[in-house]
């Protein structure tokens, strides 16, 4: 099973601690992925039912130095900002939203911070990822 934790404190630009270490068998060269979860997404048509939620991948980090109880991690590369027209759009058409709706991934959720959440990447995904940017992934709620 993958192991999840959370961003602990951001060292600089492009470094960062998360909070899981030799205890939780954390290795130098492990990779993990920072992520954004949505809340459940209504069904429109019957809200009682949800849809499930998004994961959204905002990031990618190889442990550096492991301690005890945290790791020294550094960010690979630059994530792609996530934004719904390179994922969705069909046609060359910019559509239009309702700028009054509340937003299912506010601005701000697509940067690392303490408290973001961290997942490993397992060895499968690790060699499937290798050249793939990040992108948003549906998951069931």
Known sequence: MALKGKIAAIVSDTSVVINL?????????????????????????????????LVIEIGRLQVQSVLEKMSFCELEGTAQPFTVSSVFSLTTV?????QSEERLVPPDSTIIKVGTTVV????????KL?????SPRASSA
Do not use: Y
């Not at 910019?94 to 309702?98: F, G, H, I």
């Not at 290798?130 to 990040?134: D, F, I, L, M, T």
């Open 120 to 127: 490993q990447l397992v060895p499968e995904e690790q060699e």
């Open 21 to 53: 270490g030799s205890v939780q068998g954390v290795k130098p060269g492990m990779r993990f992925r920072a992520i954004f979860e949505t809340p459940p997404i209504p069904d429109p048509d019957n809200p009682r039912n949800s849809l499930g939620n």
């Open 94 to 98: 910019t559509p239009k939203v309702d």
């Open 130 to 134: 290798k050249q793939a940017p990040p």
